[in-house]
């Protein structure tokens, strides 16, 4: 007896020993791999980093190849994995495969069109018949359901990217006349509010560049918000002026006569708003989620 515990006792020690290198092994390498995150390194092995980076907007050029539906599956099921406030899921997620239907309802067409809302009906029905009133009709309620809808909507995008799918996210349901949406869709009258809508599918031809993306002053902020210097505020103005940076929408803005990248944008682009009521504000109010009494619940983070 005594023998075999002996026996025991070694093996134990042996194997203990072996289980302490391992973690010793273990924990240098993720140290090592701690020691520069974000570089170009990391992304090649890390496949959600290299997913994220290989993001791009396909602006309608989309070819005919349909998304095998198990793919389709896969990015839906993904995309209500996302973070959303309460677990509540307060959106509406639409697929719509029709070509034509897709053009109608956001101006673009592809394999797919997913439109997101935000949506609060299938929580007022579940309300209702267990006998609980739930009025969403407020500002606050609107807030919380569009912060859901557009995480589940960035989320479809990288299922999707990571199964070498591409996308288009676009606001162009927001444009013309938007009752068209509730026609085309049947959305429910009150407390439904499309968010945007994701185009899905094989682009016909490759981006010339991935654009880029502003990472530093200005965008990031340390501790406390840190409001632009004046030589800060030039130094990025000209960051959109250089070819290599990939931030513009075109490149032919020097040669309609413009100083700067943002002169152009500025002035053709952008807009401003005009003191009118805009149509997303009157069909907000159709909808329910403008104020007009105080809710009968507050929504919980």
């Known amino acids: 007896m005594k023998s075999r515990r002996r026996e ?22 993720a140290e090592q791999n701690q020691q520069k995150p974000g570089t170009n390194a990391d992304r090649r092995q890390n496949g959600t980093l290299k997913t994220i ?36 899921q307060s959106y ?29 009906n299938r929580i007022k029905t579940e309300a ?49 006349d938007m009752g068209r949406l509730w026609q085309l869709l049947s959305l429910p009258e009150k407390h439904c509010f499309p968010i945007i809508a994701l185009v899905l599918g094989y682009p016909a031809s490759e981006p010339a560049s991935l654009k880029g993306r502003l990472t530093g002053t200005g965008v990031i902020h340390t501790d406390n918000y840190h409001r632009l210097t004046q030589q800060e505020t030039g130094e990025l103005i000209r960051k959109y002026d250089e070819p290599d940076e990939h931030l513009g929408l075109r490149d032919d803005w020097t040669a309609k006569g413009y100083k700067h ?39 919980k983070a």
């Open 8 to 29: 025991f006792l070694k093996q134990t020690a042996i194997l203990g020993s072996g289980v302490f290198l391992l973690s010793e092994d273990h924990q240098a390498r």
């Open 53 to 88: 980076h290989a993001l791009r907007t396909i602006h309608g050029n989309f070819t005919d190849r349909p998304i095998p539906e198990p793919a389709l599956q896969a990015v839906l099921q993904a995309c209500v994995r996302a973070a959303n406030a309460s677990n509540n």
């Open 92 to 120: 509406a997620i639409i697929v719509v495969k029709d070509r034509k239907r897709m053009a109608q309802i956001c101006g673009y067409s592809g394999s797919c069109l997913l439109v997101f809302c935000a949506d609060y």
């Open 128 to 176: 209702e018949l267990m006998g609980y009133r739930f009025d969403p009709g407020n500002m606050e309620f609107f807030v919380t359901a569009s912060t859901n809808t557009v995480l589940a909507a960035q989320t479809a995008v990288i299922a999707a990217k990571s199964m070498g799918i591409d996308s288009l996210l676009t606001n162009g349901i927001h444009r013309g």
């Open 261 to 299: 990248y943002l002169d152009w944008y500025f002035k053709e682009w952008a807009g401003s708003a005009d003191g009118e009521e805009s149509q997303i504000l009157r069909v907000l109010k159709l909808a329910g989620f403008v104020e007009a009494g105080k809710g009968t619940a507050r929504p």
